[in-house]
């Protein structure tokens, strides 16, 4: 720090990483400090590691790792692809991505989504006013007391098999980390990790639409068997 000071032409001499790494330690070196002399474990943006700065802690209170430490993405799948909407490094709450995802959608396919099939941590009393905004139906459970009227058995239907379809993006993020190694980023820069994150998911998708070609063609070839064997009896 001394030489940084008396030699600015030291600095300027350094390689762009030297020059990230080095300035990545002096931030966690006031950081530190600054826990020391204020008697505190915590601060913003606290640096866990000089090579990766970017990279948060995430509590999540789960029983095989109450932290994680990583990106945080919020997706949406529609039609059985996967979309990355959101990508922080810092934790949040991802009740804030609801308003982004129905924006994001209507850039893609050019339209607002009919139905929205999202976890109860989206349905908080804001973003229920986004959805009858637009007029996109959710099925949730009305927020305050209990109605009086108990809900219909077709109604209990439909959210028991809405549950169900929502679940598929809860088996998206399993099978992207166990199968698409979504869970092994190895880039250290942020974009380039980010870029990694994508290919992931986008290597997915790939492979969902070719097991839909391979059954397309397979029900094209069924069919043109079932015309050539066929026998036209007049």
């Known amino acids: 720090m001394d030489l940084l000071a008396k030699n600015k032409t030291y600095y300027e001499s350094l390689f762009l990483y030297e020059k990230r790494t080095l300035t990545a330690i002096l931030k966690m070196y006031h950081q530190q400090e600054e826990m020391y002399r204020s008697k505190t474990h915590t601060c913003a943006d606290r640096i866990l590691s000089i090579f990766q700065p970017h990279v948060r802690a995430i509590v999540r209170g789960k029983a095989k790792a109450r932290t994680e430490f990583g990106a945080k993405i919020g997706a ?19 009740s804030q991505d609801l308003l982004l995802q129905i924006q994001l959608f209507k850039e893609r396919f050019g339209y607002l989504p009919a139905t929205i099939l999202a ?14 905004d637009f007029e996109i139906h959710s099925y949730c459970k009305p927020l305050g007391r209990p109605p009086k009227d108990p809900p219909s058995d077709e109604m209990k239907s439909r959210m028991v098999k809405a549950i169900g379809e929502r679940n598929e993006i809860e088996c998206s993020f399993g099978t992207g980390k166990r199968i698409y190694r979504a869970n092994d980023i190895r ?25 839909e070609l391979c059954l397309a063609l397979t029900e094209i070839w069924r069919f043109f068997i079932i015309i050539v064997t066929m026998r036209v009896y007049v």
């Open 76 to 94: 949406s799948i529609v039609a059985g692809y996967t979309f990355i909407d959101h990508h922080s490094w810092d934790a949040y709450n991802e």
């Open 119 to 132: 976890n109860k941590i989206y349905l908080n009393r804001s973003n229920r006013d986004i959805l009858e």
């Open 187 to 211: 880039a250290k820069l942020p974009d380039t990790a980010r870029c990694w994150t994508g290919m992931c998911y986008f290597v997915k998708n790939v492979m969902k639409f070719l097991r």
